[in-house]
């Protein structure tokens, strides 16, 4: 389980989080949504100490993350980043199986390759482009890569940052079918930043809704349409008018 | 009037840029400090080492062997003009030498690696910070300061006196074309003048500079890289600052190190 508590971060004069309280139960899929520069993505990097929040706390079975071992937190953990993040100077392969290739229980490099080879077949990559460079990529297909990384070691928690962005709607379909079966079958827990709203019904147990630096609205997918909220019914019906200002 | 506003407006003139210079000056030495400790501690990344010395080492010959042949050539012409105005021109192959191997062997040398290399590391590495790779590198349990820096830092290090030597010798033979060709020496004369004078001083100086100029290259090419701002001006900026605090810090590291050396 991960809970946020207080949680804030500004850059300079942009107050970005300003008091996050969150609770992501352990074995669920959490679905993250809210307007475009509203610190989503910070959110996550604030969770896995790739920014340090300005305040508040974040536990992780009940450890602080910050006083807990770096390595063998990360190691529960996979990330798919809003922008793919592959390493250019690596193949396909190597970018999916990075984990695998490196660490006290690396694998031999013909067992990895098989087993990004298989990732890569999960996001409906084909095996050809295990050995292509990541910028011979397309950009939905360098998504499907980071996201075939993300899960390649099988870690515990999992966060995909707008894991179907970039991609069309069959393939959204396929990503969004292999987030939940990673959850139900693998017992993972995830937690997913997307805009899309076919996406948070099909993926998630639970949704949080992020305006103005603080959650929102949070509760059981099955509560999103009959919540009262303002915000939410303005955000999932994608309308211009009400509370959120459409100019941010 | 009162006095202490503009007196106050000096000082905050004057203290702010140093304050700023001693910050990255502490910075830059904590950051090579964690470079330094990560040497020796597993895990090494042999690879990233093998590709650090091919590119840094083995892809600059060119560029230092033509640096090396040109100065040699011009420092030959000089040094005979200059020479002949007391009847000294014999001196010629052994200034060329040591001033070859003491001075402008590793200081040129580590000029072009310099514009080479750290704009390239840092560009690099810029990039990989601002396409969130580093992050990424995080996530994955790989510690970058590992993977990046330290492999590019001791490749720099180990490869850069290998350079200077072979600048030495392209250089020393540039001296010799010129010698042979232009300025009438006799080819055995030239050779055994160069070999009688130098010292194994001159050229161990020279190769204990380029192993400090190669660690200044490779360490501002990461520090700047790994601090890059955001976007394509970010790395922009990052690349531009690599390179001439690297060149800047080189010049003043070789004084220090001939102060060192030579000063008696
Ligand atoms: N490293 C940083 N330095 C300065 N500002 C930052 C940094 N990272 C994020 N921000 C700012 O924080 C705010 C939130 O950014 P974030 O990337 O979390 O948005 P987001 O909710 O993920 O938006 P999107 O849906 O468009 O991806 C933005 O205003 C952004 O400019
Ligand atoms: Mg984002």
Redesign the interface.
């Known amino acids: 389980m991960i809970t946020l508590t207080g949680v804030q971060k500004s850059f300079g004069a942009n107050r970005v989080l300003a008091g996050v309280n969150l609770t992501i139960p352990s074995g669920q899929s959490m679905v993250i949504i809210g307007g475009s520069g509203t610190g989503k993505s910070v959110l996550l990097k604030c969770i896995l100490g790739l920014v340090r929040p300005d305040g508040g706390q974040i536990t992780l079975d009940g450890q602080d993350v910050t006083k807990a071992d770096r390595d063998a937190f990360l190691a529960r953990f996979g990330m798919l980043f809003q922008g793919g993040a592959l390493f250019d100077s690596l193949r396909v392969w190597e970018n999916v199986a990075f984990r695998l290739l490196r660490g006290a229980k690396a694998l031999p490099k013909a067992d990895a390759r098989e087993i990004a080879i298989g990732k890569l077949r999960r996001v409906g990559l084909k095996p050809e482009v295990a050995d292509l460079f990541p910028a011979e990529l397309s950009g939905g297909m360098q998504k499907r890569v980071g996201l075939a990384r993300a899960i390649a070691a099988e870690p515990e928690i999992i966060f995909f940052d707008e894991p179907t962005t970039g991609l069309d709607p069959i393939m959204a379909g396929v990503i969004n079918e292999l987030i939940r079966e990673i959850v139900v079958e693998m017992g993972a827990t995830a937690m997913t930043i997307t805009h899309d709203m076919s996406s948070v019904r099909a993926i998630a147990d639970r949704v949080a809704m992020l305006h103005a630096g603080v959650i929102q609205w949070t509760g059981p997918v099955s509560e999103l349409d009959a919540t009262p909220d303002p915000y939410v019914q303005q955000f999932i019906h994608g309308r211009a008018t009400g509370p959120i200002a459409s100019v941010r | 009037m009162n006095l202490a506003t503009p007196l106050a407006a000096l000082f905050a003139a004057i203290g702010r840029p140093v304050l700023a210079a001693l910050t990255s000056i502490g910075r830059v030495t904590l950051f090579a400090g964690a470079i330094v400790g990560h040497i020796l501690r597993p895990?090494f990344y042999l690879r990233e080492f093998g590709q650090s010395v091919l590119q840094i080492g083995w892809f600059s010959l060119p560029v230092v062997g033509l640096t090396a042949i040109f100065t040699g050539g011009a420092l030959a012409l000089q040094i005979y003009a200059g020479g002949s105005r007391f009847n000294a021109e014999s001196v010629v192959p052994s200034i060329v030498a040591i001033g070859m191997t003491r001075e402008l062997g590793p200081v040129l040398g580590g000029l072009m690696v310099a514009a080479r290399v750290a704009s390239s590391i840092a560009a690099e590495i810029g990039t990989?910070k601002v396409?969130?790779?580093i992050?990424?590198?995080?996530?994955?349990?790989?510690n970058p300061l590992k993977y990046l820096a330290v492999p590019r830092v001791l490749a720099a290090t180990l490869a850069m006196p290998v350079l200077v030597a072979v600048g030495d010798a392209i250089g020393i033979m540039g001296g010799w074309l010129v010698g042979i060709t232009r300025l009438d020496f006799n080819s055995a004369a030239y050779l055994k003048n160069t070999a009688d004078f130098l010292e194994p001083w001159d050229v161990g100086s020279g190769l204990v500079k380029g192993a400090v100029f190669g660690f200044i290259v490779a360490l501002m090419g990461c520090y700047h890289g790994m601090n890059s701002a955001r976007g394509a001006q970010g790395v922009g900026a990052a690349t531009k600052a690599a390179v001439v605090s690297a060149s800047v810090l080189i010049l003043a590291a070789n004084y220090l190190l001939t102060e060192v050396f030579f000063s008696a």
């Not at chain 2, 992050?135 to 790989?142: E, I, W, Y």
């Open positions: 895990p990989m396409t969130e790779q992050d990424a590198l995080v996530t994955l349990s790989t």
